[in-house]
């Protein structure tokens, strides 16, 4: 039975006292923030009560389906209890019970607020998508189950994981790593087709619903390029960290010099010339602490060095620009300058 937080929503809906302004999909000034893998979480109306935050990308839904009919798996860390929905009889590893999601949703929109359920991550990373039509399955559960929430699937009976509200959209975190893959494509394909599925659910909801994908700093991303190519991305939140190649250190070090290796410019280019959505914004994903990125702690930047950079590609790309990406929220937390965590730099740097 889908558990059902309508009561108290509509209560805390009511007490809302101030309405912040609204969210700007086209602003170079956003703050996306990555929640739901860090260690001993704070909740997420707490992390919705924060005013340097404009997306929440809440991580991860880390198994995809193998065959149609089957449910997806997740992992919030402790946000959720143990309870899984059952499908005929099995239990599946989709969580029932995360009981402060639905209302931190709640709670991000009253504040301007959006939030996207990110998909994939590092851990584990077998997942895939093999056929179209296993893609489009994939992407319909998602949008009944996480969507819009519609007669038919409630009275169907099937899973609202975080009840009544809805999310904003959809950001795909692919990092598969499959050893052995039956063939070379495996990794990478239909994402366009589950993205494009996505989209067409979400014109015929009439809705603001977006779609953003989290690739490496690599150009082009091994895994992303083919949906990039091929669908409409939103946003971008490029992770220019653990890969000491392209990171935020070679972009700091890079300033001011005719060369870097830091790869903010070869991703406009490359999206210029293969980006199925000519106006995807691209965001400087950023470790939030020395120890969000473990492989590769040189990625992060103080406050001082953050503004350098940012200010510096802002400038070079005012609107190919959106902001900055932070994984991840109780890094963020652990790491206070002067008694404030570090986002709270990065929002008043952007502001
Ligand atoms: C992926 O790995 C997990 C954890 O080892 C396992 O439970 C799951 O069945 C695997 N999924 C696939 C599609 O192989």
Not at 114 to 132: A, D, E, I, R, W
Not at 304 to 320: D, G, M, Q, S, V
Request: charged share 20%; with cysteine.
């Amino acid at each position: 039975v889908p558990i059902m937080f309508t009561r108290a929503i509509s209560v805390a809906a009511t007490l809302a006292a101030t309405v912040s302004a609204g969210f700007n999909a086209g602003s170079n000034s956003n703050v996306a923030i990555y929640w739901g893998q860090g260690d001993a979480q704070i909740t997420l109306p707490e992390v919705c009560s924060d005013a340097s935050v404009d997306i929440v990308n809440l991580a991860f839904v880390n198994e995809f389906p193998t065959a149609i009919g089957e449910y997806p798996g997740n992992n919030f860390a402790n946000a959720c209890e143990p309870d899984k929905y059952t499908l005929n009889g099995k239990t599946t590893k989709l969580s029932s019970n995360c009981p402060l999601i639905g209302p931190g949703i709640q709670k991000c929109h009253e504040n301007g607020k959006k939030v996207f359920l990110s998909l994939g991550g590092g851990l584990p990373t077998n997942y895939s998508l093999p056929s179209q039509e296993l893609a489009e399955y994939f992407a319909d559960f998602l949008w009944g189950a996480f969507g819009p929430l519609t007669a038919e699937w409630e009275e169907a009976g099937k899973p609202r994981p975080f009840g009544d509200v809805s999310v904003d959209g959809f950001d795909l975190d692919l990092e598969a790593w499959i050893e052995g893959a039956p063939f070379n494509e495996y990794q990478y394909i239909n994402y366009d087709h589950f993205v494009n599925r996505l989209r067409s659910n979400y014109a015929s909801s009439g809705g603001e619903y977006y779609i953003s994908g989290a690739p490496q700093c690599t150009v082009p991303d091994s895994r992303m390029a083919y949906a990039i190519e091929r669908s409409h991305f939103d946003f971008l939140f490029v992770q220019f960290y653990n890969t000491l190649e392209c990171n935020t250190r070679r972009g700091y070090e890079g300033l001011g010099k005719d060369t870097t290796d830091f790869t903010f410019d070869a991703w406009v280019k490359w999206l210029n010339e293969n980006s199925a959505n000519q106006n995807t914004k691209i965001y400087l994903g950023m470790p939030a602490s020395s120890t969000a990125a473990l492989s590769d702690p040189t990625a992060y930047l103080t406050p001082t060095e953050a503004e350098k950079l940012i200010n510096a590609y802002r400038t070079a790309y005012p609107t190919k620009f959106g902001g900055v990406m932070l994984w991840e929220v109780m890094r963020n937390i652990r790491n206070p300058i002067c008694g404030k965590p570090y986002s709270t730099y990065i929002r008043s740097i952007l502001d």
